[in-house]
């Protein structure tokens, strides 16, 4: 049952202590603001398990919200460590079970959407988040990946992705800048070679009008 | 150092930049040309949720307000209260102070130290140590119990099932016809079966033999007292079969008297000679030695009366002659041996 007054109005101490007591339009509340992070941050490392992992975070923090204690980001941080526990503990499973199930629109997806040379990169703006998580993340290490989703994805500082990841925050300022040294390598080469391409596409289209 | 790697060197030490990078604001002028491209994912990345994304949200609500309103089950309590109660166990140990016991642990680290002991818990270990010993000793009762009536069931099962059938399935005995004791003197003692050798060796000729039944049952033949009570019946038969009996004796020699003194002189073994006819009779020449030579008394004395009847002139002075070699007592010994020698495979002459 919702409230009266609208939800973006209440503060969310508010909305955690209705969602402890079992409050199905806060619980609504919480998952509706947490679960695209939340999601988008477990299919960009298990894209098969995503939503099973996502809904055992959820049950876990409803089993244990009447002892959380904190703010907005304290809830920020403990919902995204409890889905990193749940990721490597499938993580473990997986590797005891030597398989791995992967969609195949995920395997074609970097095919259908590479980089080089392809116009639509103009409007990547029009790009789904996850596919956007996807091309940022293809290279980087797991590590990288994971540090920079937490940035990005989970809107943490550095701080909190070091609390996350159990490393120090110099650590993460460093893995942070070799994704970013990654991906600078692999986004200036695509644009060396898109701009050789539209210069040569360019000289062409001269040569042509040169030529009549 | 170029200014690309400078810029991405920023991203490191500064941290304000470092934020302006990741959120795909960093001032596009300074910003190399591929950053471009990394901010429009950057800026793609935070996008609002769609639709496929809060798929299942109802199932993933009502899941969650189950799990706060619901109290737990009884498999999620399983071993809550053990798990408590060692708890609280390990905490009082910790608490309590060690004993005197665990005086010279104290060197040790607490982890390696004894676990200290609770008031009275020597107290309970008796306890435990007698219930212990009591259930041991009723273990091993009930197994001895167990074994031996096992073992009665057994050998009772082995005497009902083999022993009795094989006593009951013998063949009887052929019974022996009686012979005179006159034809029947020399093959007497070879038809004794088993126990002529025992016979013949010990002389037993003048030994009363006892009558068995060889319809008796075994348990009489095996027992002691039956034995001697059916010496004493043989011992007790009625003097009437003398006569019958006898005829051999009463034939022998009429001109001695000394032979007929010595047929009553043994009359407890004579009472046998029914079972063993011949066996009794005394050679004529020992009488006749102890006898008084008649021609010295011829002279001096008138002639001598007619001869008693040898019934009435059984003298007991004879009889204990005669008595000598064999003895009540040492027959009766001989007997006794020679019819448990011989009681078994002995036919009974008398039917």
């Keep these: ?212 | 150092m170029t200014p690309d790697d400078l810029w991405i060197e920023m991203e490191r030490f500064d941290g304000a930049h470092a934020d302006r990078v990741w959120d795909g604001s960093a001032a596009t002028e300074d910003a190399p040309a591929w950053y471009g491209r990394v901010a429009t994912l950057l800026r793609a990345a935070p996008a609002p949720a769609t639709a496929e994304e809060l798929t299942g949200e109802s199932e993933i609500v009502a899941r969650m307000q189950a799990a706060i309103l619901e109290p737990a089950t009884d498999d999620d309590l399983a071993g809550e209260s053990d798990i408590v109660s060692r708890m609280q166990a390990t905490i009082l140990d910790l608490a309590l102070p060690a004993d005197g016991d665990d005086a010279g642990d104290t060197h040790c680290p607490r982890h390696l130290r004894a676990a200290p002991s609770a008031p009275g818990a020597r107290r309970r270990q008796g306890i435990r140590l007698v219930r212990r010993m009591v259930a041991v000793k009723a273990t091993a009762i009930t197994t001895v119990v167990a074994v031996g009536v096992t073992a009665a069931a057994a050998t009772t099962g082995i005497v009902a099932t083999v022993v009795m059938p094989a006593l009951s399935d013998r063949p009887p005995r052929e019974t022996a016809e009686y012979k005179p004791p006159a034809a029947a003197e020399s093959e007497s003692s070879t038809d004794r079966s088993g126990d002529t050798d025992r016979g013949a060796s010990e002389g037993t000729g003048d030994e009363p033999v006892v009558a068995m039944d060889p319809d008796e049952p075994l348990v009489c033949m095996l027992d002691m007292d039956c034995l001697l009570h059916e010496v004493d019946v043989a011992a007790a038969a009625p003097s009437a079969a003398l006569p019958s009996t006898t005829p051999s004796t009463t034939e022998a020699p009429p001109a001695t008297p000394s032979t007929t003194e010595a047929q009553p002189a043994t009359p407890s073994t004579t009472e046998a000679q029914p079972a063993t006819t011949t066996t009794t009779a005394p050679p004529p020449p020992t009488t006749t030695t102890t006898a008084p030579p008649p021609p010295t008394t011829t002279t001096t004395a008138p002639p001598p009366p007619p001869p008693p009847p040898p019934a009435e002139k059984a003298a007991p002075a004879p009889a204990e002659t005669m008595s000598a070699p064999t003895g009540d007592a040492g027959s009766a010994t001989g007997v006794t041996l020679a019819a448990a020698g011989g009681t078994g495979s002995e036919p009974s002459p008398t039917g």
Excluded: K
Excluded at chain 1, 78 to 96: K, M, N, P, V
Excluded at chain 1, 120 to 140: C, G, H, R, T, Y
């Design chain 1, 1 to 212: 049952m919702l409230p009266a007054q609208p939800i973006r109005d209440l503060s969310f101490p508010a909305v955690l202590c209705a969602a402890g007591n079992g409050e199905h339009w806060a619980l609504t509340e919480l998952f509706r603001a947490y679960q695209p992070p939340l999601l988008r941050y477990l299919r960009a490392q298990e894209p098969g398990m995503a939503d099973d992992l996502a809904g055992e975070v959820w049950v876990a923090v409803a089993q244990q919200l009447a002892r959380f204690e904190g703010d907005e980001g304290g809830f920020r941080s403990w919902l995204f460590t409890i889905g990193r526990c749940r990721l490597i503990e499938h993580r473990r499973r997986s590797a005891r079970r030597r398989t791995d199930p992967m969609p195949h629109d995920r395997l074609d997806g970097a095919v259908e959407h590479g980089f080089g040379g392809d116009p639509s990169w103009l409007v990547l703006d029009q790009l789904a988040a996850q596919e956007a998580i996807d091309m940022l993340v293809a290279d980087l290490s797991p590590e990288q990946a994971e540090a920079v989703l937490l940035r990005v994805v989970g809107g943490f500082a550095v701080p909190e992705v070091a609390q996350i990841m159990e490393r120090s925050p110099g650590a993460v300022r460093v893995m942070c800048h070799r994704a970013l040294r990654r991906l600078a390598t692999r986004f200036g080469d695509e644009a060396t070679e898109g701009d050789q391409a539209r210069e040569a596409d360019e000289a062409t289209e001269t040569e042509g009008v040169l030529a009549e």
